[in-house]
């Protein structure tokens, strides 16, 4: 699914209670799927305006549209319902773009509150205009009460402010752009990291317009080159003005650690003396993360550990697929697998600073996620239907128009002679024929990595 794409769950958020303002604070309506409305946090702020100014940052990102596909009316989906999470002492804040090219994700850590309550839970609360001034207003000093359930999000400022009552549809793309990033994360190598003086420079200093192409980064003594050519040592970003929004909170950056694997996709990492921020860009505007196809693989090899590796689950901010290989005694593969199965059901993230798995539970209906992931639909088809027929090399996969073979490369990884394939390669996943063949009956033997 393009990054453009409209499809939507057939789920409409619910909010139990409009969202309203009185003399006691700000009242967000929330979505009210779960039964219990007792708050899991209730706290203080202890430095409300950097809490403030990284939670608006990402406010920004979720109601931003970074690409608008060729021939598409400049149709903005105002999505602006970040999910909250509190577990492991912190408070997680996690969202897309409209585009779904940008995932975002604030920690709010132990040092940035005052805690009087602190329960697992998770929250998809509506993110308003009013929210949003309340929380510009926000001065530093000023004692600032939170207070998230499933029913609501609450913000109790010295200083006034307003809301309304909001619902919305929740978009497919959201649900498939949190395990796709998820995939790209567990990839990710640390590159290079940037001092708080550097980071302003740097961000200062990046392009104003959307470039052509990615922009290779490279560390160079005390600042970073921005080139069209690589460069040894060099990170490829694209859409790398994308980054600008990060301005917002440079002042309150000690340092910044940069991400990246071979896929194209890149992570930056805003430390603060008490919170984090992740900003995460997909290889280029164009590509949505709704539309990559990372965990396909996975998913259709189905991993035979998933419900034992669901029953640990127990609000960890540190799941390692080693070591619940280990406790199972079952195969690192197999638990990998089972962690991209449970992230299609929103139960897993993944966290570049742990360089782990987390759990938590997004508050969307997983009743109809199977039907959200139409490559590997198709591929069961084929496979059901006999469409796979596998010779001494490859695989013969009979399409509606062609035949298309299948086959291992000298590397190992599959590779296929279908258009999909010739314009693409594997970089967005398998197409459904390499499913096909991995899921057809009788060749085991020929199964592995989609590539």
């Given amino acids: 699914m393009s990054a453009g794409t409209a499809t939507s769950l057939q789920h409409t958020d619910r909010y139990s209670t409009p969202s309203s303002v009185n003399h006691s604070g700000i009242f967000l309506a929330a979505s ?12 203080r702020l202890i430095q409300p305006r950097r809490a403030a100014d990284l939670a608006l940052t990402l406010a920004h990102v979720v109601e931003a549209r970074f690409y608008t596909p060729p021939g598409m009316l400049q149709r903005i989906i105002r999505q602006r319902d970040p999910v909250i999470t ?5 408070l997680r804040w996690e969202g897309f773009s409209a585009c779904c090219g940008v995932y975002a994700r604030l920690d709010l850590l132990g040092g940035a509150l005052d805690a009087d309550r602190m329960e697992p839970g998770t929250s998809n609360v509506d993110f308003n205009p009013p929210m949003r001034a309340a929380l510009a207003k926000l001065r530093e000093g000023e004692r600032a009460r939170l207070e998230v359930s499933a029913s609501g999000f609450t913000l ?8 309304f009552e909001r619902r919305v549809e929740l978009p497919a793309r959201w649900i498939k752009g949190f395990v796709e990033v998820q995939a790209h994360q567990a990839r990710m190598e640390r590159r290079f990291g940037l001092s708080g003086a550097m980071v302003q420079r740097f961000l200062r200093d990046l392009p ?13 003594g005390n600042s970073l080159r921005l080139s069209h050519s690589p460069l040894a040592q060099g990170v490829p970003a694209g859409g790398i003005d994308r980054l600008r929004v990060l301005n917002e909170v440079a002042r309150h950056a000690t340092d910044i650690e940069v991400y990246a694997s071979g896929d194209g996709a890149t992570a930056w990492r805003v430390e603060t003396p008490d919170a984090r921020l992740f900003l995460v860009l997909s290889p280029e505007p164009a590509r949505g993360f709704s539309g990559e196809g990372q965990v396909l693989g996975d998913l259709a090899a189905a991993s035979t550990v998933t419900a034992r590796v669901r029953a640990l689950l127990r609000w960890q901010q540190t ?4 070591a619940i290989a280990g406790e199972l005694q079952a195969g690192e593969d197999d638990v990998v697998r089972a962690l991209a199965e449970l992230g299609t059901l929103g139960l897993v993230g993944y966290d570049l600073a742990a360089r782990a798995y987390f759990h938590r539970e997004l508050p969307f209906d997983v009743a109809r996620i199977r039907r959200l992931h139409p490559r590997l639909a198709g591929a069961r088809d084929l496979a059901g239907d006999g469409a796979v027929q596998p010779d001494g090399e490859g695989a013969w996969v009979r399409g509606r128009g062609a035949d298309y073979y299948v ?3 000298e590397q190992g990884a599959w590779r296929c002679s279908c258009p999909w394939v010739g314009r693409h390669g594997t970089s967005r996943g398998p197409c459904k024929h390499i499913l096909a063949v991995q899921l ?5 033997g020929k199964r592995g990595d989609a590539g």
């Fill in 86 to 90: 509190c577990a492991g002492g912190m």
């Fill in 319 to 322: 799941l390692e697929a080693r």
């Fill in 440 to 444: 057809a009956p009788g060749l085991e």
């Fill in 407 to 409: 086959r291992r490369d």
């Fill in 156 to 163: 109790v400022p010295e200083s006034s402010g307003a809301a």
């Fill in 208 to 220: 104003r317009q959307r470039t052509a192409g990615p922009v290779w980064v490279t560390p160079m």
């Fill in 32 to 43: 009210s799927s779960a039964a219990s409305r007792a708050p899991f946090f209730v706290g």
